[in-house]
């Protein structure tokens, strides 16, 4: 979608909500008893964000107007956007949410129970990357970090952990491949302390900062994964669980079988 484009759409997104909207939401400006427009008019909704008339018409008409995030943030909470929508408005303008993630900590029963349920090697990685669950192939597999009482972080177990090189057959070609998929998945948390917490600490290692200066950006991707003591080959595969989000179901099929 090209610039243009995108700013149609939004302006027709912004509209449509607005007159979706009922008009006792507003609370700003007194309301006469009998009203042509349907939802909330534009003047209603400018001052429920603390925004100009003028700013709210530019935007639903197209025109070139770059909005900033926090106004963006104000106009999604009063026209009472659901999460999928408030990305889809952020998505449009081209702007990222400067509101906090939504809360990983408690996830689901039924999410956590999933590695559980699987008769190949599996676990589950929150935002940060951070293991939340896994099974006990995963765990017999993954030694120094899935089983006893380790860190569960998968970054601190690749550049931290001295098991990682001695279990990970290709560490070296692994660990840029990670570092560069693990900045995809930074750059669109940058607001998540933890994440950046976490790419601070590990900065502290040379290897690390190292692989992270050269700004390599890869998506997740499923692939063989080779694995020594004893030798072993696994494909991987990645799945992103529509809620929570940012929760990866990561599988490991053998393929030495």
């Known amino acids: 979608m090209n610039t243009l484009d995108a700013r149609r759409a939004l302006g027709a997104f912004l509209r449509t909500h607005r007159e979706r909207m009922p008009h006792q939401t507003a609370g700003a400006i007194p309301q006469p008893r009998r009203r042509r427009t349907p939802g909330l008019r534009r003047e209603e909704l400018a001052a429920s964000c603390g925004v100009s008339l003028t700013w709210i018409t530019w935007l639903e008409q197209g025109r070139d107007v ?84 380790h860190d569960r972080n998968l970054m601190r177990f690749i550049f931290r952990s001295p098991a990682a090189p001695r279990l990970i057959a290709d560490w070296d070609e692994r660990a840029r491949r ?4 693990f900045r995809a998945d930074f750059s669109r948390n940058l607001r998540d302390p933890a994440m950046q917490g976490l790419v601070e600490e590990l900065s502290q290692i040379p290897v690390f900062r190292s692989l992270w200066e050269e ?10 994964r080779r694995f020594n003591n004893p030798s072993r080959r696994f494909h991987q595969s990645s ?19």
């Open 66 to 149: 770059s909005p900033s995030p926090r106004a963006l943030a104000r106009l999604a909470d009063a026209l009472r956007l659901a999460s999928a929508e408030r990305a889809y408005l952020f998505e449009l303008a081209g702007k990222r949410d400067p509101d906090p993630l939504p809360n990983e900590e408690d996830l689901p029963a039924p999410v956590l129970a999933l590695p559980g349920r699987m008769i190949i090697p599996a676990y589950l990685l929150d935002g940060s990357w951070t293991a939340r669950s896994w099974n006990h192939g995963a765990a017999s597999l993954f030694a120094g970090w899935l089983d006893g009482d």
């Open 178 to 181: 990670v570092a560069a998929e």
């Open 215 to 224: 700004q390599a950006v890869l998506a997740r991707e499923g692939g063989e």
């Open 239 to 257: 799945f992103i669980l529509s809620a929570p989000p940012n929760i990866k179901l990561v599988t490991l099929t053998p393929l030495d079988v």
